[in-house]
């Protein structure tokens, strides 16, 4: 996991660029409806906040809603999708009515919040592939194992998924929300995590949590068989956060980069880095300490750069695990 820092300059200019884009089309949605509760309660500045407001904020738009329309609320909500999970054939009348009635708010919310066929589409004016190349993340935030690089020359081939860390089903109002849309691979985002419906209190959301407790290390499995294990507090939010996205059980399939960083824990040391240095350096005398790393290693040695390359943050903990960095 990659923590994202809101306060640097190139997030600040992707959600203005976010904003900038969306508020008119938006704007013009919730204008066109019919007079009702739902018109009064996305005036102008909710739009917005709904777009910008940071993960602490915006589970209160979902709820304000519920609790502002009449004969709506969100017991009947988490029961609608109960109801759901029923074999439609098995459910009663009541069940049915309920079921009707909500699908009904959420399709109204979901046409106006338009994602799928909307903002994901590459014909969009501004779409998916805008706020990709924006970010500019080239791994997956959650597992940093596959590169999400967005490619849209000479059309739009590529992009990160983005995961929907407050699951636009459960929550259609919060699709378009900017910090609700975390750069991610395919796995991450639709065969591990799916529409797990996920917390502040006990996960890890990319966005706020800037210091992450926890590393990567090895042990021995079987004799020359390694695996990875990742050290963090039991019952933590990291906990959970591993746990939900099955970390320990995908970086199985990576227990390959374990051998290899064992056998340059025998071939290089301080000397090496040195007599590397010398010989680049002949080269190109500006080559700095850290390129020096990558160059030797195939990692990124500060954590704002991990992003960079696949399998970074793992490869950096081992490294130093084995004393090599």
Known sequence: MIPIDPDSFKIKVALKVH????????????????????KEFLTDQRIIDILTDEPSHLETHHNQLLEFLNNYSRAEWETFFNYKRIVKRNRTDEQEELITKYQELASKIETIFKYKGGFERKTSPYSTYDLAENLDF???????RIYTKTVRNPSKITRPE??????????????????????S??????????????????????????SINMSFSYRLKKYSKYEFQIIRPLNSKEDNTIKAFKLEEIYLAHEDEIKDLLKIKKLYSIDYIIKLKKLINQVDKNTSTK??????????????DFHKRPLSKMKKDILKELNII
């Open 19 to 38: 904003l900038d884009n969306l508020t008119p089309i938006l704007f013009g949605k919730v204008h066109a409806l019919e007079a009702g509760q739902l």
């Open 138 to 144: 080239q791994t997956c935030v959650y597992c940093n």
């Open 162 to 183: 983005f995961d929907h860390w407050f699951p636009k089903g459960t929550y259609p109002l919060l699709a378009l929300s900017f910090y609700n849309l975390i750069p």
């Open 185 to 210: 691979c395919h796995v991450c985002n639709s065969s591990v995590k799916g529409s797990t419906v996920m917390n502040l209190n006990n996960y890890i959301h990319p966005y706020v949590d800037k």
């Open 291 to 304: 390129e020096i790393y990558r160059l030797a290693f195939g990692t990124h040695i500060n954590e704002s």
